[in-house]
T-cell receptor, first 113, second 116 residues
């Protein structure tokens, strides 16, 4: 079945450091891929998405490229800020499974000044 | 309101009690999802509605769990005879699009259920 595997946390970085959170997926069809973020005390919100191979999603300085050959959708940011501290979830939606969303277990990021 | 609203935000129940969790999706959103999120885990799918039709309930963990959306808007997740393993955050999400087109999910803040 469809699934998402993402890098386990927690991750602690200093401000302005480079961030990578790995995400790989398994899907029967051609899924859309998403990164959701959950800031402390808030609900999940969409950070970025990509709907087909080689698409790059980007938002707030974060980027992720849909790599079909490696079934990956790694999240990157060149220079993190304290305000980026949150839990990040990789997710996929597959038309073959009724567009049900599958989420990874989440990666907690803490950025220290 | 502008976003997905869930109530109650926090619920403490004694084992064996019935609970009802409410979700008000964004107005006009066709799709509505319920997820269960255990501590330190990602959201796990429970059930999905398109308008008033419950198209997928494969994620409901037992027949103690029941969800409805009778008028295609507000949805209620009911858990009968709660058990300690039901303790989790229950998330509701809505989407403007139908099952044929993947769209962004808008999440509520969740209802945290603690079963003693």
């Amino acid at each position: 079945g469809d699934s998402v595997t993402q890098m386990e946390g927690p991750v602690t970085l200093s401000e302005e450091a480079f961030l990578t959170i790995n995400c790989t997926y398994t899907a029967t069809g051609y899924p859309s891929l998403f990164w959701y973020v959950q800031y402390p005390g808030e609900g999940l919100q969409l950070l970025l998405k990509a709907t087909k191979a080689d698409d790059k999603g980007s938002n707030k300085g974060f980027e992720a490229t849909y790599r079909k050959e490696t079934t990956s959708f790694h999240l990157e940011k060149g220079s993190v800020q304290v305000s980026d501290s949150a839990v990040y979830f990789c997710a996929l939606s597959d038309r073959n499974t009724g567009n049900q969303f599958y989420f990874g277990t989440g990666t907690s990021l803490t950025v220290i000044p | 309101g502008a976003g997905v609203s869930q109530s109650p935000r926090y619920k403490v129940a004694k084992r064996g009690q019935d609970v009802a969790l409410r979700c008000d999706p964004i107005s006009g959103h066709v799709s509505l999802f319920w997820y269960q999120q255990a501590l330190g885990q990602g959201p796990e799918f429970l059930t999905y509605f398109q308008n008033e039709a419950q198209l997928d309930k494969s994620g409901l963990p037992s027949d103690r769990f029941f969800a409805e959306r009778p008028e295609g808007s507000v949805s209620t997740l009911k858990i009968q005879r709660t058990q300690q393993e039901d303790s989790a955050v229950y998330l509701c999400a809505s989407s403007q699009t139908s099952v044929r087109s993947p769209g962004e999910l808008f999440f509520g803040e969740g209802s945290r259920l603690t079963v003693l």
